[in-house]
C-alpha cells in the first residue's frame, strides 16, 4: 500500500511517516525543494518535489497512491500572520490536493486540520470542546484558526462530489521531531527559568506518537465528512509548566497571571508590537487565548477510531528526551 504524505517534513506529518513505516505502508514525502529532511531522521520514504500550491505537482505525485494525508500547513505565527499566505497554503491548497485526489481517483484522504478550526471557548469556559461546536470568531481575530476553518469547508464539499475524506483536529501537540520547536518551544523557555507567571487558561495536550497513529486509524475507520478531535489530556497552563519543570528539575513556575491584569498587560503588549521593529515574543493575542480554556473532548475519536492516549508524563518526558537527543536542551 502507498501513502503520500503532504507536509512530511513538518512535526505532525513526520510522526504520520513513522506510523506509516511502523503499519507497513510504503511512503511518499511531498517536500519542497527548500524544506530540510531532519524530521525524517531513520525513517523510510520516497522524497518527492512538489508544493499545495501548485496542482500541477500534485497530480503527478498522486498517482498510483491509495491514500494521502495532506499535512501540509501554514502553522508558524497563529496570531500574526500573513493572511494572503495563510489562504494560499491552507485553504488554496486544500483546494488543490482535494481535487488532485478526486482526479487521480485515490481511495480515501485524511486531512489535517487543527483545534483551532473549531474557533475558541467562551472566556471562562471549562467545558470541553467536541467536533459539534462551530467556528466563533471573526477572520481578523484569528486568521490560522479562519484558515482551518475554510480548509474544511473545501474538504466538505470534495466529499459532496465522491471522495472519501475524514478530517482530524489535533490539539497542542507534544512529542518527538518537533525539529522547529513549533510547540516544544514552552519546554525550552521552563528550563531556562522564562515562565515565572502563565496564563490563567488552560490547553489540550496530545502525544505527537498518539497522533501519528490516530491519523491511521482515521484513514482505516472514519467515515466521510466526519471530523474527530484527536485530544489527550485537559490541564490547566500553571499544570502544565509545573509538571514540565518536575521533569527538568528545575525551579516551576509561581503561579498565573491574575485575570484582573489580562486586558491592560494585552493591550501594553499590542501597543508595543506596533512600536518594536521585530514581533516582540509574546503579544496581546496570545496572552488573552492563553487565558481561555482550551479544552477538548476525545470521546468521539475514542469510540469510533479506537484512540487511544498516552499517559501525561511519558509525553512530556518523551518530548524532554527527544530534544536533550538534539541537543535542544
Request: hydrophobic fraction near 40%; include cysteine.
Amino acid at each position: 500500500m502507498l501513502a503520500l504524505v503532504t507536509g512530511a517534513t513538518g512535526f505532525v506529518g513526520a510522526n504520520v511517516v513513522e506510523a506509516l513505516n511502523q503499519a507497513g505502508w510504503q511512503v511518499r514525502a511531498l517536500h519542497r525543494r527548500s524544506s530540510s529532511l531532519a524530521a525524517l531522521r531513520g525513517l523510510a520514504f520516497e522524497p518527492v518535489i512538489g508544493d499545495v500550491t501548485e496542482v500541477d505537482s500534485l497530480l503527478s505525485v498522486m498517482a498510483g497512491c491509495d491514500a494521502v494525508f495532506h499535512v501540509a500547513g501554514v502553522t508558524a505565527d497563529y496570531w500574526d500572520q500573513n493572511t494572503e499566505r495563510l489562504h494560499a497554503v491552507n485553504v488554496q491548497g486544500t483546494r488543490n490536493v482535494v481535487e488532485a485526489a478526486l482526479a487521480t481517483r485515490v481511495k480515501r484522504l485524511v486531512h489535517t486540520s487543527s483545534q483551532a478550526a473549531l474557533g475558541l471557548p467562551n472566556k471562562n469556559d471549562t467545558q470541553p470542546m467536541d467536533e459539534t461546536h462551530r467556528y466563533n470568531l471573526p477572520p481578523e481575530t484569528y486568521p490560522y484558526g479562519y484558515s482551518k476553518h475554510l480548509a474544511e469547508l473545501e474538504v466538505q464539499s470534495a466529499v459532496t462530489r465522491g471522495l472519501h475524506a475524514i478530517i482530524v483536529n489535533p490539539t497542542v501537540v507534544l512529542g518527538p521531531r518537533d525539529v522547529t520547536l513549533t510547540n516544544s518551544q514552552i519546554i525550552q523557555e521552563v528550563q531556562r527559568g522564562r515562565v515565572p507567571l502563565v496564563p490563567p487558561g488552560g490547553i489540550n495536550v496530545v502525544d505527537a506518537i498518539d497522533l501519528g497513529r490516530g491519523h491511521l486509524l482515521a484513514l482505516d475507520k472514519g467515515g466521510a465528512g466526519e471530523r474527530y478531535l484527536l485530544a489527550g489530556h485537559n490541564l490547566s497552563n500553571l499544570d502544565l509548566t509545573r509538571r514540565i519543570a518536575k521533569i527538568l528539575a528545575v525551579r516551576p513556575p509561581r503561579g498565573t497571571i491574575p485575570r484582573l491584569l489580562i486586558r491592560p498587560l494585552s493591550a501594553s503588549l499590542d501597543g508595543a508590537n506596533r512600536l518594536s521593529p521585530r514581533r516582540l515574543p509574546l503579544s496581546g493575542d496570545v496572552l488573552r487565548f492563553g487565558s481561555r480554556f482550551s479544552y477538548a473532548d476525545n470521546r468521539k475519536a475514542v469510540r469510533e477510531l479506537g484512540f487511544t492516549v498516552t499517559p501525561l508524563e511519558k509525553t512530556l518526558e518523551r518530548a524532554v528526551a527527544w530534544l536533550r537527543e538534539v541537543n535542544a536542551l
